[in-house]
């Protein structure tokens, strides 16, 4: 009796594992139509509407020949992986800084400051005040606007300051007498225990920065600092192909949906190629810190 249900269990449960491997399989196709038809856009020299190949059609590199051979693009992908690489290296430094001090329930207006910043996170001064700002930090049509602003997050903050404040106290109490400062515990005790949240923090902050297009479609007007994100908006929204040219009437010898085509793959590669290996950090950082408050 008891090996009939036993046998029965373990059917079920084969079961539960069919379905589940089945709507996985399923999910991910659908997540990856898109980016196969973009691919098989890319390749496809006839005209046919954007997203809507499932094979080759006309087989042609000329497309990616006629995007990769303009200045304008490398212009443009210089200015991305510079607001990327310094706005992260930026954001994470700030970051870890603010958060150390305020996990310790002994500073001084702790709490206050930490209302302060949650309060940040649900109201703003709105888009012209941020403008008129900006404009008087002689931010404006500054590679730097696109990474200044971006150093603070009051929530990746918090993230932080909940995940430092549930590392032991006592490696802070050993460390303090044995003559410690405040900086060694900080820098040689905290940053060290710290590299999981660190690097949830730079993929979420490099995430955002690589797709950042509204800072720069607003503030940045030279056509030389403008980021890939803002060409490809163009290009997509606007249909402006002669946009990613310098001289704006550059000849197209290819369907302007290939065109397209290629400059969607060139701006997500970089991060397709990125996610599998830090897939994991954006499921740590989820959970760190979440519950405590």
Known sequence: MQAGRIHSNSASDRVLVGVCYA?????????LLPFWTILMDSFSGAAVKLGSRMWV???????????LTQESLFQNYGNTIFSTVVGTLFCVTTTFMAAYPLSKPNMPFNRAITYLMLFTMYFSGGLIPQ???YKNLGL???RW????????SAYYILVMRNFIADIPAELEESAKLDGANDMVIAFRIYLPLAKPILATIALWAAVAQWNSWFTPMIYIITPSKQVLQVMLRRMLMDSQIAAMFDDGVTEITV??????AVTIIVTIL????????????????????????
């Not at 059609?57 to 995007?67: G, K, N």
């Open 23 to 31: 709507v996985a399989i399923l999910f991910s196709l659908i997540v």
């Open 57 to 67: 059609e006309d087989f042609s590199l000329q497309a990616y020949h006629d995007v």
């Open 131 to 133: 403008y008129l700002l």
């Open 140 to 142: 404006h049509d500054s």
């Open 145 to 152: 606007v696109l990474v200044l602003p971006a150093m603070f």
């Open 255 to 260: 369907a302007e949906d290939a065109v397209k």
């Open 270 to 293: 970089p991060i397709l190629c990125v996610y599998p290996f830090a897939q994991k950090y954006f499921i740590s950082g989820l959970t760190s810190g979440a519950v405590k408050g």
